[in-house]
């Protein structure tokens, strides 16, 4: 039974993983707070689903998903990218929680804030471990997101992009005298961002089978209390904190019912926040002297 | 005066008290997302002294200041610890933490929202907003207002030139929450019902949107926010649903081409706004 919880919570953590990876990524290479990525979670399922109704191929829909997410993700770089590099952390801020209700509204407006139901495009089959039952879905889920981990934690160890990318961190202006086109990578980023993101929106409703024009509000803000419990700038930072607020939802909903879970978690956050601002895999990034 | 105007006009007064609260952080460099969680505690506690002990409407609007004030200061400590985009998170969580307890406390109907008895019609939030507006605006001629500007643009050199940057971060904090609390006093008591879960996060986030069009810079930013933010719905009659559709594109073009916000010193007619578009765009 607690086992089975454990499993549970370590597979709705990985939705918050993809989540957590897309902010955590922004904030530790050029320090933005990209409030805009509980939309793009929300862009992805929802354009999905809405072409699925109208009849749309699967494949297509997803993929149509996908792009949606990283154009969506591309117009923010579009516009704000100039106040980016500015000292005022604070209206680069304000102008992706603009970002936010833009594309909340906007879908509200075109497809309506009704919940709806996600097609059951997966075969409704559960693996079984012992008494351990995982849906085949979720299991997918979780390889992916583990996956795209090892993938991005080699690529910036290990290729001139991920060095490139590690310059910017340290510092945009050296990055940019020793002849590295910052523009272009954060913009590479950006595109990173919009597809990963819309990635867990579209794998989150393949395994939940409900999307709404608000549905990222909810997972965004508890991928944010992820990313910064786990590390903020820490790409394992985000999957340890992703795992724990998955583990923690789960078995706080088990124990105390379904009302109690968001003073947990924000409590955790706030607690971790002044105790520990740097999280529990942190000190990768020293952003309070960069703001 | 009909009853559609009326209400419209009492949002208004809501709005601008809310804004204060929001332009307050905001003037010293602050993001305090926090705002919806101290108007709720302010909502709460001037619907629980006039339903249940029977106060009189000012003495709810009192208590909830008193209340979210002492809160505040309380809460102050280890929130102010933290600076930047981590102050934004940890009020961020201030607010998710207040709302949830409200939404798990059965005294004040939990999930399923809490009645508010006594009625203030309009003439109430409008008096509250005016003299909120002019303490705002009083203040705004004096030193307080340098104090807050010097802070948010340096807060090492206003250190160094003796002002308090704790004592001036935890005034505004605490200011702020008692200003909220009042938003939310007025709205239990015009609206006549409050639940929990109309204050969250994103109740802090639109009302900071607002006063960023209006401008943080100036004291008058809040109210032009605020008006914009009312009536635009009205002016576009009958798709009330693209305001926050045509607000948040408000906001962006604004933070886009004009991150001070309407109220602010322009520049030098319109030949150089032009010159700094076309600068900022090569």
Not at chain 1, 182 to 191: C, G, I, N, S, T
Not at chain 2, 173 to 193: D, E, K, N, P, R
Request: aromatic content about 10%; charged content about 10%.
């Amino acid at each position: 039974m607690h086992v089975q919880q454990i499993v549970n919570g370590l597979m709705l953590g990985s939705v918050y993983v993809f989540v957590g990876i897309a902010f955590t990524m922004i904030i530790g290479i050029i320090n933005f707070v990209n409030f805009s990525i509980p939309a793009l979670f929300m862009l992805g399922a929802m354009t999905a689903w809405a072409l699925l109704n109208v009849g749309v191929v699967a494949p297509l829909a997803l993929v149509a998903g996908l792009l949606v997410g990283i154009v969506a993700s591309m117009a923010v770089e579009q516009v704000l990218y100039k106040r980016l590099s500015g000292r005022d952390p604070v209206i680069s801020l304000i102008g992706s929680l603009a970002f936010l209700i833009l594309y909340e509204h906007l879908v509200i407006h075109i497809l309506g804030s009704d919940q709806q139901a996600f097609p059951a495009l997966l075969p409704d089959f559960n693996i079984r471990f012992g008494d351990i039952v995982v849906g085949l879905g979720q299991l997918c889920g979780f390889a992916i997101s583990i996956l795209l981990v090892f993938g991005l934690s080699y690529l910036l160890k290990h290729t001139p992009v991920g060095r490139n990318l590690r310059a910017i961190s340290e510092s945009t202006e050296t990055a940019t005298i020793l002849g590295i086109n910052v523009r272009r990578h954060v913009q590479m980023m950006f595109v990173a961002v919009g597809l990963f993101t819309a990635l867990g929106g579209l794998l989150f409703s393949l395994n939940y089978l409900q999307v709404s024009a608000l549905m990222g509000q909810e997972i965004g803000l508890k991928a944010i209390a992820a990313m910064i419990i786990g590390g903020v700038g820490s790409i394992w930072g985000a999957v340890v904190g992703g795992m724990l607020i998955g583990i923690l939802e789960v078995t706080t909903i088990g124990l105390f019912g379904a009302d109690t879970v968001d003073i947990v978690i924000y409590a955790l956050l706030l607690l971790l926040l002044v105790v520990r601002p740097s999280g529990i895999l942190g000190g990768a990034l020293q952003s309070t002297q960069r703001i | 005066m009909t009853g559609y105007l009326e209400g419209i006009l009492v949002v208004l007064c809501i709005n601008a008290v809310l804004g204060y609260a929001a332009y307050l952080p905001l003037s010293i460099g602050q993001i305090n997302l926090g705002i919806a969680g101290f108007m709720a505690i302010g909502a709460y506690t001037s619907a629980i002294v006039t339903n249940e002990l029977g106060f009189p409407l000012i003495l709810g609007l009192f208590s909830a200041i008193a209340v979210a004030a002492v809160a505040a200061a309380l809460i102050a400590y280890p929130v102010l610890r933290t600076t930047g985009i981590y102050l934004a998170f940890a009020t961020f969580a201030l607010n998710e933490i207040v709302r949830s307890l409200f939404l798990n406390i059965e005294l004040v109907g939990g999930a399923a929202g809490y009645p508010v008895a006594v009625y203030s019609g309009i003439l109430f939030p409008a008096l509250v907003a005016a003299v909120v507006t002019l303490l705002m605006v009083y203040s705004g001629a004096t030193r307080a207002h340098i104090v807050l500007a010097s802070v948010r643009r340096d807060e090492a050199v206003s250190d160094l030139f003796g002002v308090n940057i704790r004592l001036v971060q935890l005034i505004v904090f605490v200011v702020s929450a008692g200003l909220a609390a009042a938003g939310g006093s007025l709205y239990a008591h015009y609206f006549s019902f409050i639940e929990a879960q109309h204050f969250t996060v994103f109740l802090s986030i639109t009302t900071i949107l607002y006063v960023v069009v209006g401008g943080t810079r100036s004291v008058w930013g809040p109210i032009v926010g605020a008006l914009i933010y009312t009536f635009l719905p009205e002016l576009l009659r009958d798709s009330g649903e693209w305001r926050f559709v045509i607000f948040s594109a408000l906001i962006i073009a604004f933070i886009a081409f004009r991150p001070e916000g309407i109220v602010a010193p322009w520049p030098s007619g319109p030949g150089s706004l032009v010159a700094r578009w076309v600068g900022r765009s090569r």
